[in-house]
């Protein structure tokens, strides 16, 4: 089975620091590995995914998430935090269900929290 | 990317009664999924409902508690039934198309008091 395990559920940063979010999995096959945001009382918005090919993958509003296979990450990255970025960030993995279709295995999800 | 209608956004119900949400997706898909997410927590797979055939229920959940229905490729609806405050959650719904991945409904927040 799948899992995901995101470190830490809250993490703090300057705006314009750097922000990085932890993701590692677990898979027993070659993943295909999500980063989702969560903006207060919205729904989840997909902010990229890896399914194969290049490791380093751009998605929206300038993140970008690296996959590592030797440790089994997904690290999320973004070079300047802004305000707007405040959120909750989930990572997921794509696993066979009980009713063995591919869906979502999310991890427990990270708040980012950015300050002026 | 598909685009998801759900509704109602959110509702205060009273313990015991039932509610129904309702999906409805601008592209026709094979599978649609229900999620719920707990104050606090990730999401959890409540159900993959394929249209023509039973929901797929994940451990944990039954169809007893949580009916969907799915009748044709657009369109979905779960109902929370007799409802309890341990209920209280944000319900969403999920399509995957090709290429696309994941894309989620913007939720159904409820109250049960």
């Known amino acids: 089975a799948q899992s995901v395990t995101q470190l830490g559920s809250h993490v703090s940063v300057s705006e314009g620091a750097l922000v990085l979010l932890r993701c590692n999995y677990s898979?027993?096959?070659?993943?295909?590995l999500f980063w989702y945001v969560q903006y207060p009382n919205q729904g989840l918005q997909l902010l990229l995914k890896y399914t194969t090919g290049a490791t380093l993958v751009k998605g929206i509003n300038g993140f970008e998430a690296e996959f590592k296979k030797s440790e089994t990450s997904f690290h999320l990255t973004k070079p300047s935090a802004h305000m707007s970025d405040a959120a909750e960030y989930f990572c997921?993995?794509?696993?066979?269900?009980?009713?063995?279709?591919?869906?979502?295995?999310f991890g427990k999800g990270t708040m980012l929290l950015v300050s002026p | 990317s598909a685009v998801i209608s759900q509704k109602p956004s959110r509702d205060i119900c009273q313990r015991g009664t039932s509610l129904t949400i309702q999906c409805q997706v601008d592209s026709q898909v094979t599978m649609m999924f229900w999620y719920r997410q707990q104050p606090g927590q990730s999401l959890t797979l409540i159900a993959t409902?394929?249209?023509?055939?039973?929901?797929?229920?994940e451990s944990g959940f039954v169809i007893d508690k949580f009916p969907i229905s799915r009748p044709n490729l657009t369109f979905s609806t779960l109902t929370v039934s007799n409802m309890s405050p341990e209920d209280s959650s944000i319900y969403l719904c999920?399509?995957?198309?090709?290429?696309?991945?994941?894309?989620f409904g913007s939720g159904t927040r409820l109250t049960v008091v």
């Open positions: 999920s399509v995957e198309l090709q290429g696309s991945g994941y894309t």
């Open positions: 997921a993995v794509s696993a066979s269900s009980f009713s063995g279709y591919s869906t979502l295995t």
């Open positions: 898979s027993s096959v070659p993943p295909y």
């Open positions: 409902a394929n249209q023509g055939s039973e929901a797929t229920y």
